[in-house]
Each structure stands twice: as structure tokens, then as C-alpha cells.
């Protein structure tokens, strides 16, 4: 293939060199001179273990070439890969300049393609948010190709490299995510990408844009919660290694899918407490933990957005049924439920409340369950149903699934809100 990249830093060199070693024919462009110059030469103008070589190689055979503008070599080219940068502007946002530039100059030179060629791809791999590739550049494309736009098709491709490993991290990536108009795949990217094995996913634009943002902001926050974590076991006299050594052993629970779902708030009996008598130790030794300090704020953000996700169809004075009010099913451990929580919102919010949880009796609740009833949800006994029969002649309107078997209740036309919002 012959392919056009644009924007040779980091991520666009590693991308050439690789595509060179691969056999294709490859173009980098790039508005500085003094790079260009480099590459030409065979020098590349960032150090990365292995780049030099793979470069060399491409130049020697007459496979590579770089110039800081293209013009009608654009005709013959089969993909276009924009690797432009997307530096922090003034306020935090992505600085967009130079993917609208770029993208100008891909369009531009795109029109001098012959209608009988093949369509030309023009695949984004810098990091940008969401809705760019819809918002920002599609209609750029638009404005020069009109209705040819079938003609050319853009793809969003994340790049998952890490400096100083990044060819390695090119041919084992920890995944492969193509973005695409209809979410469908696209032949061009399968067949760049044949050769490299890695779980796939062909996704629409938008989920693919933020892709990066999710998995960037995930390492950054893993450490600083280890640094935090390491901070206070620092102050308290533990050894942080050691810690460290017994969490990452955790693969069933602590470095695993499990607690990463978006779903509903955490709640019971150890979660909530636990992290508050964290924050406290954290506070006492001085370690300053933002991001500890931060999770139970973020939790009870979460349980009033559940609120309003499962309220925000229904008008306040319909009969609602909780289904569920134990913090989780096969439980009847009301301490710190969401689902307490959520009962009090419902009640507060003027809904005519009724609960099924089979599990929960109060007047078997003892001790601190019964208390945590007692003093968030006074009126329990009255709003939980000993029998789901005994809501037949009054069937609620909405039926909010906190236990996720709402579609066994006994009724005949039922609207179910399930707790589960994002999943
Ligand atoms: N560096 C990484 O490890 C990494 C990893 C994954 C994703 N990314 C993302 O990839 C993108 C590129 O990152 P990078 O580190 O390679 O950036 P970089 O700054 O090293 O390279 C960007 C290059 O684009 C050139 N450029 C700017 N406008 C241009 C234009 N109109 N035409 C041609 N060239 C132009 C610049 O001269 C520069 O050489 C960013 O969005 C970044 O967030 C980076």
C-alpha cells in the first residue's frame, strides 16, 4: 500500500517505520523543516529503540520519503493517517488547531484523485474527544468533496504505544479499536492491520474517541491512588512494597474486570465504612489522598444521578415499585444501601413508593440493620410488600430493578427502569 502520513512526531514515526518494515510505501509530511530534512537523511529526529534502523531501511530502498507539503502524490495514495498533535489549550481542552489544519490539507489534496480510484482512507490517530470526527471533521471533508464524500472514508483509530516501547507496543497493542461512521468494519484497516494480533473492536467514531481519554485517565488515576496509597502506609510505618506485592497479587478482585462496570453506587455493610475510616487515617497522618478523599463525594454524585435516570420518565405521585432494597440480591443487609437511599429520594420526591425484596423482613432485622432502617427509612415497614400479590389491584406505573429480575413480577403490562442505567 502507499501511505500518506501526516504529522511525523512520536506516534507518526513510529507508525512509518513500522509501515515500512511491514512493505508498504510511505510518505511522511510535516510542517517542520529541520525534521524533514532529518528523515530524508535517514536520521529520525526523536530517539525511540529501533526507529533509526527501520527508517534507514525504508529510505535506502527508496520506500520512504518525507516533505513538508503534499501535492498530487496524494492521487496514488491508498490511506492517509493523521498523527497530528492535540496539545492542552489554555483551559484544558484538547487544542484543536492542527487536526482543522491538517485536516484542510488532506481534503484539499484529495481532490486531485481520480474518480476510478479506489476510496481513499484517511484514518485520526491523535487523541481527541469525542464528536470530533463527526462535529469537526467530517464537515470539513464535507465543504471540499460534497457529495463525492462516499469516495473517502474516515476512520478513528486510537494509538496505544507507550515511549521508548512503542514499536513493540505497534505489534502487540493491548487492543485494536476502529472507529467508524456506522460502526461497521473497514476493509482498508483490516487488512493494515492483518499481520497484528490483539483483541478487536469496530466501534462508531464516538466511542472510539474516547477511548484514550478512558484508559489515560485510568493509568493516571492507578498512580495516584497507589501514591496515595503509598503515602499513608509511608506515615503509618507499613511498607508500601509489601502492600503493593499483596494487592497486585489480587487478580480475582483488585486487577481485574470486577468494580469496573458503570453501574450502580457501591453501598453495604464494608465499602462505604472502610473507605471513611481511610480517609480519616489519611487526614490524621497528613497525606493529603485527593483522590480517596474524593470517593465517597463521587459515590453519593453517582447515587442522585441513578435518582434522576430512573425518575426522570415518570411523574411525581405514580406508584412506584422498588424491586430490591438490600444492598445487593441474596442479601438482606440494608446498611448503606443506594437502594435505601434511592427510597428516600423516591418518598422525598413525592412518588407513591411500595418495595419487593423478598429477602428483607423487618421484623427479623437486628441490630445495626435494623438501626440503619430505622433512621433513613422510618417508614420501611409500611412501603415493603409481604407478598407481591398484594400489589395486584394497585399495579405501579414503574417497576425500578435494583435486583434484576423485574421481568418475574406478576404483572401484566409493566414498565421496567432498571438500576443498571449504564450498563
Ligand atoms: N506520544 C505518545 O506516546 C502518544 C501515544 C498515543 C497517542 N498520542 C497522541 O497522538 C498525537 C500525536 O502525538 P505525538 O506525541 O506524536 O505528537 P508530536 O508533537 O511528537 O508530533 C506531532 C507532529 O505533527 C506535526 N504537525 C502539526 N501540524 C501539522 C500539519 N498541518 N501537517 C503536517 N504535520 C503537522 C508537528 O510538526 C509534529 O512534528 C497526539 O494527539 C497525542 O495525544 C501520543
Not at 30 to 37: A, M, P, S, T, Y
Not at 110 to 125: F, I, K, Q
Amino acid at each position: 500500500m502507499k501511505i500518506a502520513i501526516f504529522g511525523v512526531g512520536y506516534v507518526g514515526l513510529t507508525s512509518a517505520a513500522c509501515l515500512l518494515n511491514d512493505g508498504h510505501v510511505v510518505i511522511g509530511i510535516d510542517l517542520n523543516e529541520r525534521k524533514v530534512d532529518m528523515m530524508n537523511m535517514g536520521e529520525s529526529p526523536i530517539f525511540e529503540p529501533g526507529l533509526d534502523e527501520l527508517l534507514k531501511a525504508g529510505v535506502d530502498d527508496g520506500r520512504f520519503s518525507a516533505r513538508s507539503a503534499i501535492g498530487e502524490e496524494m492521487a496514488d495514495v491508498d490511506v492517509a493517517i493523521v498523527c497530528v498533535g492535540t496539545p492542552s489549550g489554555a483551559d484544558g481542552a484538547h487544542d484543536m488547531r492542527y487536526i482543522a489544519e491538517v485536516s484542510h490539507q488532506v481534503a484539499t489534496a484529495a481532490s486531485d484523485r481520480a474518480a476510478d480510484r479506489n476510496p481513499l482512507t484517511v484514518v485520526y490517530r491523535s487523541t481527541m474527544r469525542p464528536g470530533s470526527m463527526e462535529k469537526l471533521i467530517a464537515p470539513i471533508f464535507q465543504r471540499y468533496h460534497g457529495d463525492a464524500l462516499e469516495r473517502i472514508e474516515l476512520v478513528y483509530n486510537p494509538e496505544f504505544l507507550r515511549e521508548s516501547t512503542a514499536i513493540a507496543d505497534y505489534y502487540a497493542p493491548p487492543k485494536i479499536v476502529i472507529g467508524t461512521r456506522n460502526g461497521k468494519p473497514s476493509l482498508m484497516m483490516e487488512e493494515l492491520y492483518a499481520k497484528i494480533e490483539a483483541p478487536r473492536f469496530t466501534v462508531g467514531y464516538r466511542e472510539a474517541e474516547i477511548t484514550k481519554f478512558v484508559d489515560n485517565s485510568f493509568h493516571a488515576l492507578k498512580v495516584a491512588f497507589a501514591n496515595e496509597i503509598g503515602r499513608i502506609c509511608i506515615r503509618e510505618g507499613v511498607s508500601a512494597r509489601t502492600v503493593h506485592q499483596i494487592f497486585v497479587a489480587d487478580t480475582k478482585l483488585n486487577i481485574s474486570p470486577y468494580y469496573l462496570r458503570p453501574g450502580g453506587a457501591f453501598g453495604g455493610s464494608c465499602l462505604p465504612k472502610d473507605v471513611r475510616a481511610l480517609t480519616f487515617l489519611s487526614n490524621e497522618t497528613g497525606a493529603e489522598t485527593f483522590v480517596i478523599d474524593s470517593i465517597l463525594r463521587s459515590n453519593e454524585a453517582h447515587k442522585r444521578f441513578i435518582y434522576e435516570m430512573a425518575i426522570k420518565d415518570v411523574k411525581p405521585g405514580a406508584r412506584v415499585l422498588l424491586n430490591g432494597l438490600a444492598f445487593k440480591s441474596n442479601s438482606d443487609d440494608l446498611r448503606e444501601s443506594p437502594f435505601v437511599d434511592l427510597a428516600r429520594r423516591l418518598l422525598s420526591g413525592g412518588y407513591d413508593l411500595r418495595i419487593w425484596d423478598p429477602q428483607v423482613e423487618p421484623a427479623s432485622l437486628l441490630g445495626h440493620n435494623l438501626g440503619y432502617s430505622f433512621s433513613h427509612l422510618p417508614e420501611l415497614k409500611a412501603l415493603l410488600l409481604r407478598d407481591i400479590e398484594d400489589l395486584e389491584d394497585e399495579e405501579p406505573s414503574v417497576v425500578i430493578d435494583a435486583r434484576g429480575d423485574a421481568h418475574l413480577l406478576p404483572f401484566a403490562s409493566l414498565t421496567i427502569v432498571p438500576i443498571n442505567v449504564l450498563a
